[in-house]
């Protein structure tokens, strides 16, 4: 066991040793790559600009949002009402995604309480 903890130490050595050597030729190397995206001046001012266009574009995509919302639902009505045309494909992705949903709103539950398991104990 203390070996294994004197290898893992020696490993986070080298990686902060390396990050320690090339970190700021990666970050001045990324930032240049991007500047095109840095809004200048950097000021309280732009970043107040910037998060109001965020916030209205997004306030701005709901219509479109609310549209393509209901003809998923009504896709969906269509497909039930006409469900003994369904193949074997079409069946296994439905399950396939009420299965995924299922599994997500287990995970967050977890998430919610802490990552604790609670239920009976054996």
Known sequence: MAAKLQQLQ???R????????????????????????????????TLNLLSKQLFYTRLASIPGRYETFWKEVDYVKNMWKNRQDLNVGDATTAAL??????????????????????????
């Open 14 to 45: 080298q990686a902060s040793q390396f990050v320690a050597k090339h970190g700021t030729a990666y970050h001045n190397q990324l930032m240049e790559q991007n500047k095109h995206y840095i809004q200048q001046p950097p000021t309280v001012d």
């Open 97 to 122: 995604f009420g299965l995924e949903c299922f599994a997500w709103f287990c995970a967050g539950e977890i998430v919610g309480r802490g990552f604790t398991f609670t239920g009976y104990y054996v």
């Open 10 to 12: 020696s490993k986070v």
